[in-house]
């Protein structure tokens, strides 16, 4: 589903993909209670390090595990695509970070 799945499987680096992306029950780690809440998201392209911030999330009470869902992945995942593709006009609020909530996708 792209090259930003690829990055995200190197990032958790484990096998249950699917289950992340679908709606998430309890956590597949630990099977805490899954909490809705704000996270960052921190996806490494090449060299550089892009941290989405306020990216809304289904966090485990147990171990802090992020599960997202599939509006806020597909949102990710453009934001993804732009930030490949050189064309993110966003106004960052540091260097390298974005909040979710003000880009346009
Ligand atoms: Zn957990």
């Not at 899954?34 to 998201?41: N, P, R, W």
């Amino acid at each position: 589903m792209g090259v930003y799945h690829n990055h995200l499987k190197e990032l958790f680096a484990k096998d249950e993909f699917k289950e992340i992306v679908m709606k998430p029950d309890k956590c597949s780690f630990c099977k805490g209670k899954l909490i809705k809440g704000k996270t960052e998201f921190v996806v490494k392209v090449g060299k550089e390090v892009l941290t989405i911030k306020d990216v809304s999330a289904y966090i485990c009470e147990e171990c802090g595990e992020a599960y997202y869902t599939p509006e806020v992945s597909e949102k990710i995942d453009k934001i993804m695509k732009k930030f490949h593709e050189s064309t993110l006009l966003v106004h960052p609020v540091a260097a390298g970070e974005l909040s979710l909530s003000e880009v346009a996708v």
